[in-house]
């Protein structure tokens, strides 16, 4: 079967209505979803439109929205999927110095420790062939260094969720690995896996 994954959202619930209405097969949304910010509701979706969080979100105010919110990590199935795809959300704010706690940015935007370890065993488990996250492993950023360490160096911290990432690939290689949070569409062969990156309120359509 068939499930499309779609990037960031930022607010923008009309377009991404449109989107999953146009594309009328089950989807998931990779993290900035724009919940938890002033004047912003996630607006009614069918259960086959599924949700985690990025960095800027509140991951503790998606409880309200258990039709679609899947997780903050995990194992999804869809209805029909072979096997279950690997999600995990969160990631880091190189800005968080210029914006405001519990305004615009939450101090638990990347998972915790304890967080990381139990997604770690369910990876371990699953060993998944699909993966979506809103952050990339850092190693594959890092190896992209030179295309983007005068335009955007501020981007190659080295923090807990993008390690976490890459310590990921060495104890499993997936197929695919779908990321949103870098607004672009791109792709990546990295360590044997085909990387895909989804602009914002773009989409990748895989197999599951």
């Known amino acids: 079967m068939k499930l499309a994954i779609i990037g960031d959202i930022h607010g923008n619930f009309n377009q991404y209505k449109n989107i999953c209405a146009i594309l009328d097969m089950p989807t998931i949304a990779l993290g900035d979803i724009g919940i938890g910010f002033p004047n912003i509701n996630f607006p009614k979706m069918p259960c086959k439109d599924k949700i985690f969080p990025g960095n800027h ?6 409880v309200r929205y258990q039709d679609n919110y899947v997780g903050d990590y995990g194992a999804y199935q869809p209805d029909g999927a072979i096997k279950p795809i690997f999600f995990l959300g969160g990631g880091f704010s190189p800005d968080f110095k210029s914006r405001t706690h519990g305004f615009d940015f939450w101090d ?9 370890e139990h997604a770690q065993h369910i990876y371990e488990t699953l060993k998944p062939d699909v993966v979506v996250t809103h952050e990339r492993p850092f190693g594959l950023t890092e190896s992209l260094l030179e295309e983007f360490r005068n335009s955007r160096p501020y981007l190659f911290y080295r923090e807990r969720t993008t390690v976490f990432l890459e310590r990921l690939l060495d104890i499993h290689i997936p ?6 949070h870098w607004h672009e569409n791109r792709h990546d062969t990295y360590r044997g896996c085909e990387f895909y990156c989804v602009e914002q309120l773009g989409y990748k359509i895989i197999e599951v």
């Open 57 to 62: 979100d509140d991951r503790r105010a998606f």
């Open 108 to 116: 638990y935007e990347q998972l915790s420790l304890r967080e990381l």
């Open 175 to 180: 197929k695919v690995w779908v990321y949103g």
